[in-house]
């Protein structure tokens, strides 16, 4: 398995950003597609982003496209995501998870197997 500690969340304001790190420790990254997940208050937890560690191929959910950015740093085992131009519906917990079958885009919930603890952001004036 592969255990993972996300780091970096906080206040903003709208308008602003936030880069948020996923480190992973246990099973190589190569292994896995990384995902990040963000959950408000009341709401159900939807999948923002995603990377296949091996080739580099990421997924956006359209509501984060073209503001946020994710990559990787297999050297640290670490993931990031960079988040721009934050609005107030950013704000919630934001998990990163790993899914050993290495999908982004087509990947349920489910197949993310390995959860982080979550880190809050929070964007508002």
């Known amino acids: 398995q592969v255990q993972l500690a996300e780091s970096g969340g906080g206040l903003v304001q709208p308008g602003g950003s936030l880069t948020l790190s996923c480190r992973a420790s246990g099973d190589a990254l190569e292994y896995y597609a990384i995902g990040w997940f963000r959950q408000a208050p009341g709401q159900e937890r939807d999948k923002v982003s995603c990377?296949?560690?091996?080739?580099?191929?990421?997924y956006y959910a359209d509501s984060v496209k073209g503001r946020f950015t994710i990559s990787g740093d297999e050297a640290s085992g670490t993931i990031y995501l960079q988040m721009n131009s934050l609005k107030p519906e950013d704000t919630g917990i934001y998990f990163c998870?790993?899914?050993?079958?290495?999908?982004?885009?087509?990947?349920?919930?489910?197949?993310?197997?390995?959860w982080g603890q979550g880190t809050q952001v929070t964007v508002s004036s």
């Open positions: 998870a790993a899914n050993p079958y290495m999908l982004c885009d087509m990947a349920p919930l489910t197949d993310f197997n390995y």
């Open positions: 990377i296949s560690t091996d080739d580099g191929l990421t």
